[in-house]
Protein backbone atom coordinates (compact mmCIF):
# COMPACT_ATOMS: atom_id res chain seq x y z
CA UNK A 1 0.00 0.00 0.00
CA UNK A 2 3.25 2.65 0.65
CA UNK A 3 4.63 1.91 -2.56
CA UNK A 4 1.30 2.59 -4.09
CA UNK A 5 1.26 5.80 -2.35
CA UNK A 6 4.84 6.56 -3.12
CA UNK A 7 4.17 5.85 -6.71
CA UNK A 8 6.87 3.42 -7.03
CA UNK A 9 7.12 -0.60 -7.30
CA UNK A 10 8.02 -2.91 -4.65
CA UNK A 11 11.22 -3.81 -6.42
CA UNK A 12 11.96 -0.50 -6.72
CA UNK A 13 11.75 0.17 -2.77
CA UNK A 14 13.33 -3.41 -2.26
CA UNK A 15 16.32 -1.96 -4.10
CA UNK A 16 16.64 1.12 -2.59
CA UNK A 17 16.40 -0.59 0.98
CA UNK A 18 19.17 -2.84 0.32
CA UNK A 19 20.95 0.26 -1.88
CA UNK A 20 20.49 3.16 0.24
CA UNK A 21 21.33 3.14 4.56
CA UNK A 22 19.77 6.09 5.14
CA UNK A 23 16.73 5.03 3.20
CA UNK A 24 16.36 1.78 5.52
CA UNK A 25 16.76 3.87 8.21
CA UNK A 26 14.03 6.06 7.33
CA UNK A 27 11.89 2.61 6.11
CA UNK A 28 12.54 1.16 9.51
CA UNK A 29 11.61 3.95 11.11
CA UNK A 30 8.48 4.59 9.65
CA UNK A 31 7.38 0.66 9.99
CA UNK A 32 7.76 0.92 13.90
CA UNK A 33 5.91 3.84 14.25
CA UNK A 34 2.83 2.65 12.28
CA UNK A 35 3.55 -0.43 14.72
CA UNK A 36 3.11 1.77 17.67
CA UNK A 37 -0.15 3.18 16.45
CA UNK A 38 -1.12 -0.26 16.11
CA UNK A 39 -0.53 -1.49 19.20
CA UNK A 40 -1.84 1.83 20.73
CA UNK A 41 -5.28 1.14 19.15
CA UNK A 42 -5.48 -2.95 20.15
CA UNK A 43 -4.70 -1.65 23.87
CA UNK A 44 -7.52 0.70 23.42
CA UNK A 45 -9.99 -2.21 22.04
CA UNK A 46 -8.83 -4.18 24.33
CA UNK A 47 -9.21 -2.29 27.43
CA UNK A 48 -12.00 0.43 26.73
CA UNK A 49 -13.52 -1.72 24.04
CA UNK A 50 -15.47 -0.91 20.71
CA UNK A 51 -18.95 0.56 20.42
CA UNK A 52 -21.30 -1.64 18.58
CA UNK A 53 -25.06 -1.13 17.83
CA UNK A 54 -27.76 -2.96 18.25
CA UNK A 55 -30.99 -3.36 16.30
CA UNK A 56 -33.95 -5.05 17.36
CA UNK A 57 -36.81 -5.48 14.79
CA UNK A 58 -34.61 -3.89 11.82
CA UNK A 59 -34.80 -0.74 14.20
CA UNK A 60 -31.66 0.84 16.18
CA UNK A 61 -32.19 0.29 20.22
CA UNK A 62 -28.50 1.20 21.04
CA UNK A 63 -25.04 0.12 21.60
CA UNK A 64 -23.05 -1.79 23.49
CA UNK A 65 -19.14 -2.33 23.84
CA UNK A 66 -17.48 -5.30 23.16
CA UNK A 67 -14.12 -5.85 25.13
CA UNK A 68 -11.53 -7.44 22.70
CA UNK A 69 -10.01 -11.30 25.04
CA UNK A 70 -8.09 -11.84 22.01
CA UNK A 71 -6.47 -9.02 22.00
CA UNK A 72 -5.77 -8.70 25.48
CA UNK A 73 -4.44 -12.45 25.17
CA UNK A 74 -2.02 -11.44 22.31
CA UNK A 75 -0.70 -8.10 23.76
CA UNK A 76 0.18 -10.21 27.12
CA UNK A 77 1.96 -13.14 25.22
CA UNK A 78 3.97 -10.37 23.31
CA UNK A 79 4.78 -8.31 26.08
CA UNK A 80 5.42 -11.50 28.20
CA UNK A 81 5.85 -14.46 26.95
CA UNK A 82 8.17 -16.48 29.63
CA UNK A 83 4.83 -15.61 31.28
CA UNK A 84 1.78 -16.28 28.99
CA UNK A 85 3.31 -18.68 26.40
CA UNK A 86 2.97 -22.24 26.50
CA UNK A 87 6.45 -24.25 26.90
CA UNK A 88 6.28 -26.88 23.87
CA UNK A 89 5.78 -30.32 24.39
CA UNK A 90 9.33 -31.77 24.23
CA UNK A 91 8.93 -34.40 21.43
CA UNK A 92 11.50 -37.37 22.60
CA UNK A 93 11.76 -39.17 18.91
CA UNK A 94 12.80 -35.71 17.47
CA UNK A 95 15.61 -35.36 20.48
CA UNK A 96 16.80 -39.03 19.73
CA UNK A 97 17.33 -37.97 16.43
CA UNK A 98 19.02 -35.17 16.34
CA UNK A 99 21.19 -36.45 19.32
CA UNK A 100 21.78 -39.29 17.08
CA UNK A 101 22.95 -37.23 13.88
CA UNK A 102 24.96 -34.95 15.94
CA UNK A 103 26.73 -38.02 17.09
CA UNK A 104 27.49 -39.03 13.60
CA UNK A 105 28.10 -36.08 12.28
CA UNK A 106 30.62 -35.37 15.17
CA UNK A 107 32.52 -39.09 14.88
CA UNK A 108 31.04 -40.76 17.90
CA UNK A 109 33.38 -41.88 20.15
CA UNK A 110 32.02 -45.28 20.48
CA UNK A 111 29.93 -47.64 18.27
CA UNK A 112 26.72 -46.13 16.31
CA UNK A 113 24.00 -49.06 16.84
CA UNK A 114 23.21 -50.00 13.26
CA UNK A 115 19.59 -51.55 12.24
CA UNK A 116 19.72 -55.08 11.01
CA UNK A 117 17.85 -55.13 7.37
CA UNK A 118 15.05 -57.01 9.23
CA UNK A 119 14.90 -54.42 11.81
CA UNK A 120 15.12 -51.19 9.11
CA UNK A 121 12.13 -52.66 6.85
CA UNK A 122 10.03 -54.10 10.14
CA UNK A 123 10.67 -49.50 11.12
CA UNK A 124 9.45 -48.85 7.70
CA UNK A 125 6.71 -50.93 7.85
CA UNK A 126 5.47 -49.27 10.47
CA UNK A 127 5.81 -45.84 9.44
CA UNK A 128 4.13 -46.53 6.75
CA UNK A 129 1.19 -47.62 8.47
CA UNK A 130 1.36 -44.89 10.93
CA UNK A 131 1.32 -42.48 8.10
CA UNK A 132 -1.45 -43.84 6.72
CA UNK A 133 0.28 -45.20 3.07
CA UNK A 134 0.22 -48.63 3.93
CA UNK A 135 -4.31 -48.45 5.05
CA UNK A 136 -4.85 -50.90 1.43
CA UNK A 137 -2.30 -53.84 1.92
CA UNK A 138 -1.16 -55.53 -0.76
CA UNK A 139 -2.22 -59.77 -0.01
CA UNK A 140 1.00 -61.43 1.65
CA UNK A 141 1.70 -64.79 0.04
CA UNK A 142 0.52 -67.68 1.49
CA UNK A 143 3.11 -70.48 2.81
CA UNK A 144 3.59 -73.33 1.01
CA UNK A 145 1.87 -76.83 2.55
CA UNK A 146 3.12 -80.01 2.64
CA UNK A 147 -0.43 -81.83 2.17
CA UNK A 148 1.30 -84.89 3.91
CA UNK A 149 1.64 -83.38 7.07
CA UNK A 150 -2.21 -81.91 7.12
CA UNK A 151 -4.30 -84.37 9.21
CA UNK A 152 -8.02 -85.38 8.09
CA UNK A 153 -11.06 -83.92 9.43
CA UNK A 154 -12.27 -85.81 11.91
CA UNK A 155 -15.47 -87.55 10.69
CA UNK A 156 -18.77 -86.33 12.49
CA UNK A 157 -20.35 -89.54 14.69
CA UNK A 158 -23.44 -90.83 13.36
CA UNK A 159 -26.77 -90.11 15.27
Known amino acids: M ?3 GASITRRTYYEWLNSDPQ ?3 DATEA ?10 EARRRAEKGVKRPVYQGGRLVG ?3 EHSDRLMELMLKA ?13 HYQQTNVQITQAV ?4 PGPVPVLSEERRAELEYLQRIASGADL ?4 QPKPAVD ?3 VEPKPEAPEA
Not at 105 to 108: D, L, S, Y
Not at 136 to 139: A, F, L
Open 136 to 139: VTTP
Open 79 to 91: KRPEQYNPKPETN
Open 63 to 65: YTR
Open 105 to 108: NQGA
Open 2 to 4: ACI
Open 23 to 25: FNA
Open 31 to 40: IELSIDVLEI
Open 147 to 149: VAQ
